[in-house]
């Protein structure tokens, strides 16, 4: 079915392990390797393992140096998934992010405790901080750039 069941280690309640891939010739990199972090990342592997218009794919290509908002230091950040796509004849090269949509907006505080609402706001302006280095990135190459939630994954 595309992956072996979901593995929940020891350090960890969420929902990874490696994906299978059937089609080991659009897969950029070391198809064994395939690990999934998340449900939708699962989902999406799927999705583009079986998509005929999907040239290749792979799931955490290569790093992205970031400044940190956090320490001001240089960081590095794995994309989640890089696509090549046959777009009418053309290759379009798509380097992809997902994540939950909670994370993509400026949090509010909503009476939560302070330390959580901070620790909130510190991820969404790390993420910020990540995607503005992918997107320079990709604007230098040629290729596009996308968060996914799962307002856009469909199981």
């Not at 992205?64 to 320490?71: A, L, Q, R």
Request: charged share 25%.
């Amino acid at each position: 079915m595309g992956a072996n069941p979901a593995k929940l280690s020891n350090r960890s309640r969420y929902y990874q392990g490696v994906y299978v891939v059937q089609n080991v010739d659009k897969y950029l990199g070391d198809h064994k390797k395939c690990e999934y972090r998340s449900r939708w990342e699962f989902l999406v592997f799927k999705m583009l393992d079986n998509n005929p218009k999907v040239v290749g794919w792979g799931a955490e290509p290569f790093a992205v140096g970031y400044v940190s908002p956090k320490d001001n230091k240089l960081h590095r950040y794995f994309p989640d998934v890089i696509v090549v796509a046959d777009n009418k004849g053309v290759q379009v090269t798509t380097l992809i992010e997902i994540k939950p949509y909670n994370q993509t907006i400026l949090p509010k505080a909503n009476g939560k405790k302070k330390s959580r609402y901070i620790q909130e706001v510190m991820t969404y302006h790390i993420n910020k901080a990540k995607w503005k280095a992918a997107e320079a990135l990709c604007e230098n190459k040629g290729w596009i750039f996308k968060i996914m939630t799962e307002k856009e994954i469909k199981p």
